[in-house]
């Protein structure tokens, strides 16, 4: 293999390429072509194909992004709506609590309201029911007391008919009726 900088200090730059281009076969017109089809090629690929490619994977990076930025706003919103939630859990729960006792304490309060009621209408019915005892006792004791003098006055009679005369008999029985009460 040649070397280049022999050869161009030699003869140039120029002669060592042309010597080269002949060694390897290669012809420097149809090169240039080829360079410059390879050349236009590339354009067109780089403006028609790479380009729209390349825009797309753009577009897609920016989209993947914006769908990364908006899976965390939304993973934000949700552990926001879980502390939303349990807070309105522990409320919702410290109400229920809340109305809880205070239907325990109205619940004593009406049994105490209600107790106190139904000792009051115990007492009351049963002074009614003493009341109602007293009088028919007085009322018995009444019945019992006529009934006794009128036996007394029956017995009185049959002895006084049998012992005593008929005056005797009258100022018995007038006795008897004084000493009675009315």
């Known amino acids: 293999m040649p070397n280049f900088t022999v050869l161009a200090s030699a003869g140039g730059l120029t002669e060592a390429v ?4 002949h060694t390897l076969g290669i012809d420097a017109r149809i090169f240039l072509a080829n360079l410059a089809c390879f050349a236009i ?3 067109v690929l780089k403006r028609f194909a790479y380009g729209p490619v390349l825009a797309m994977l753009e577009e897609r990076r920016k989209r ?3 769908m990364q930025a908006d899976a965390e706003r939304v993973r934000q919103e949700l552990a926001k709506a879980e502390a939303d939630r349990q807070r309105v859990l522990q409320e919702a729960g410290a109400r229920a609590d809340r109305i809880l006792e205070e239907a325990k304490q109205a619940a004593a309060q009406l049994r105490d309201v209600e107790l106190k009621r139904v000792r009051e209408e115990a007492d009351r019915v049963l002074a ?4 109602a005892a007293a009088r028919d006792v007085a009322r018995l004791r009444e019945e019992l007391q006529c009934e ?3 036996l007394a006055v029956q017995m009185a009679e049959r002895v006084a008919r049998q012992t005593f005369t008929p005056q005797d008999q009258e100022r018995l029985a007038a006795e008897t009726m004084r000493n009675l009460p009315a």
């Open 148 to 150: 006794v003098g009128r």
């Open 64 to 66: 993947i992004a914006q």
């Open 41 to 43: 090629v590339m354009l």
């Open 18 to 21: 042309g010597e080269i281009s």
């Open 128 to 131: 009614q029911a003493r009341e």
